[in-house]
């Protein structure tokens, strides 16, 4: 079955930076888009960046875009979010998340979900 | 403040219907057939269960239906159980630069 698995949270100051890691398993990693959401403490879901199958076409949240850079690496089935200049307001559980449509068609839609990494952003 | 409208609270006795409510605007939610639904108990990541307004992923209990009219998405969950209190997030893909918008959430509380 499908299976993501996030890693490399943590307790950062801000300014400082973070690199969040998702494997995959259970399905062809390079025939999905693959995305990244965040879920503030107590707070609903916010949406943050997608990459398509072949990591040709990426995109971002205006809240994150310049500081955030989305990756993978197809070959070994791997996500990876780095973020720099991280701020109190980037403090969130973050899923790594699979777009349910496939890898050239964005659906908006997530089908699969890790089950979330903590970032803590505080001096 | 969420780009999408849900009521923040919902209740319900076991064995009724009710239906959660998600409102965005002629930009989002009327303008795509791209609204998704999700479950989120606590502690546990969402639970996609309703995509493209009104389709089910395999597994997803038919007591789950969407629809949509005009600019407001509807989840209606029918024969309410205990199990189905949760959390509820909807969201709508629209396709400008920020792709997806979610709703602020739903709480429902099966009495």
């Known amino acids: 079955q499908v299976q993501l698995v996030e890693s490399g949270g943590g307790l950062v100051k801000p300014g400082g930076s973070l690199r969040l890691s998702c494997t995959a398993s259970?399905?062809?990693?390079?025939?999905?888009?693959m995305t990244w959401i965040r879920q503030a403490p107590g707070k609903g879901l916010e949406w943050v960046s997608y990459i398509r199958g072949s990591g040709t076409s990426i995109y971002y949240a205006d809240s994150v875009k310049g500081r955030f850079t989305i990756s993978r690496d197809n070959a070994n089935r791997a996500l990876y979010m780095q973020m720099n200049s991280l701020r109190a307001e980037d403090t969130a559980i973050y899923y790594c998340?699979?777009?349910?449509?496939?890898?050239?068609?964005?659906?908006?839609?997530?089908?699969?979900w890790g089950q979330g990494i903590l970032v803590t952003v505080s001096s | 403040q969420s780009a999408l409208t849900q009521p923040a609270s919902v209740s319900g006795s076991p064995g009724q219907s009710i239906t959660l409510s998600c409102t965005g605007t002629?930009?989002?939610?009327?303008?795509?057939?791209?609204v998704s639904w999700y479950q989120q108990h606590p502690g546990k990541a969402p639970k996609l269960i309703v995509f493209?307004?009104?389709n089910r992923p395999s597994g997803i209990s038919s007591r789950f239906s969407g629809s949509k009219y005009g600019n407001t998405a509807s989840l209606t969950i029918s024969g309410l159980q205990a199990e189905d209190e949760a959390d509820y997030y909807c969201s709508s893909y629209i396709r400008r630069s920020t792709l997806v918008v979610f709703g602020g959430g739903t709480k429902l509380t099966v009495l």
């Open positions: 493209d307004v009104s």
């Open positions: 259970g399905f062809t990693f390079s025939d999905y888009y």
């Open positions: 002629s930009s989002d939610v009327g303008a795509y057939d791209s």
């Open positions: 998340a699979r777009d349910g449509m496939g890898a050239t068609t964005l659906g908006g839609w997530f089908d699969s």
